[in-house]
Nanobody, 120 residues
Framework: QVQLVESGGGLVQAGGSLRLSCLASGSIFSIIGMGWYRQAPGKQRELVAAITSGDTTNYADSVKGRFTISRDNAKNTVYLQMSSLKPEDTAVYFC??????????????WGQGTQVTVSS
């Protein structure tokens, strides 16, 4: 059983910062890819940022230069540092991991989501 638990969401004024964390627990052998997605009301879920096991990163154009994704392999944790937040960043943010389970096989897992609200 693998679980992803996010934390760090909340309400912030435009121009402010937040740091999201996502901890993976359970029978994990290794984590290949980690990412953050978001879904605003009435919109499709979209990729915000991703990071590979080799620390290659990828960002949505809308967040480049404002958001930074990082990972701590020892803690099975991925972070999203969000700065210069805008009202259009308001969404539920989900972490996503592609990992190899300790006993067998690979799997893709999602967190439960954390709300980020940016007021103007």
């Amino acid at each position: 059983q693998v679980q992803l638990v996010e934390s760090g969401g909340g309400l912030v004024q435009a121009g402010g910062s937040l740091r999201l964390s996502c901890l993976a627990s359970g029978s994990i052998f290794s984590i290949i890819g980690m990412g953050w997605y978001r879904q605003a009301p009435g919109k499709q879920r979209e990729l915000v940022a991703a990071i590979t096991s080799g620390d290659t990163t990828n960002y949505a154009d809308s967040v480049k230069g404002r958001f930074t994704i990082s990972r701590d392999n020892a803690k099975n944790t991925v972070y999203l540092q969000m700065s210069s937040l805008k009202p259009e960043d308001t969404a539920v943010y989900f972490c996503n991991m592609l990992l190899r389970r300790a006993l067998s096989g690979w799997g893709e897992y999602w967190g439960q989501g954390t709300q980020v609200t940016v007021s103007s």
